[in-house]
Each structure stands twice: as structure tokens, then as C-alpha cells.
Nanobody
Framework: QLHLEESGGGSVPAGGSLRLSCAASGDIYSGFCMGWFRQAPGKEREAVATMDVDGTTNYADSVNGRFTISQDKVKHFLYLDMNSLKPEETAMYYC?????????????????WGQGTQVTVSS
């Protein structure tokens, strides 16, 4: 059974940086789109950054230029490097995957989710 587990969350001041990691339990990178998503209290879950099977990356406009998604296929990790964090980016961050060549826009099409890691940005 495939399993995703996030780590690396924490509390940082505004302008700070964090690296989130997502460990996969198997070689799911072959044929799987993967991405990072977040959900703030009282808000809907939203896509932050995704990576298509061919390595094409996509970012939410609000994080473009500050966040970087990457993966280590050998060690089965997906990363999200976050810089210049803002208080409004306080949220639970999730790693997710689906066996699609191109990452879908609809979050309900992702069928593999981690439990999430909390990121808190103080002002």
C-alpha cells in the first residue's frame, strides 16, 4: 500500500524559510503526478505547487518565485522549499499524488494524501 508522510513544518517569523519533505513508501514517482497543497483554518484546500510526471512544475501565483518544488527519485522524497513566508500562509500543508501524466486542477482527483504538516508564520 502506498503511503505519503510529510515532515518539516514548524513555526517561523514572517520572511523566514522552511523546507517541507514528503516521504513515499514506494517507487510512486513512475507515472505519478505529485504536489503540495495547503489548507488554512476556515478555508478550502488549495494547490501550492505540483510536478507533472515529466518534471514540469506549476505554482500558485501567490507563491511563484518564493517556493520551489523538487523531488529525489532515488530516495523517494518530494520537497517544498518555502522562502519569504507570510503570516497568511499559516496552514496545514499536505503532499498528494495521483497516477496522471499531468497534474489535475481538481483536488478531488488526487487519491493519495499524507496526514499533513503544520506551518505557522508569525507576524
Amino acid at each position: 500500500q502506498l503511503h505519503l508522510e510529510e515532515s518539516g513544518g514548524g513555526s517561523v517569523p514572517a520572511g523566514g524559510s522552511l523546507r517541507l519533505s514528503c516521504a513515499a513508501s514506494g517507487d510512486i514517482y513512475s507515472g505519478f503526478c505529485m504536489g503540495w497543497f495547503r489548507q488554512a483554518p476556515g478555508k478550502e484546500r488549495e494547490a501550492v505547487a505540483t510536478m507533472d510526471v515529466d518534471g514540469t512544475t506549476n505554482y500558485a501565483d501567490s507563491v511563484n518565485g518564493r517556493f520551489t518544488i523538487s523531488q529525489d527519485k532515488v530516495k523517494h522524497f518530494l520537497y517544498l522549499d518555502m522562502n519569504s513566508l507570510k503570516p497568511e500562509e499559516t496552514a496545514m500543508y499536505y503532499c498528494a499524488a495521483v497516477r496522471f501524466w499531468r497534474c489535475p486542477d481538481r483536488l478531488d482527483q488526487y487519491n493519495l494524501w499524507g496526514q499533513g504538516t503544520q506551518v505557522t508564520v508569525s507576524s
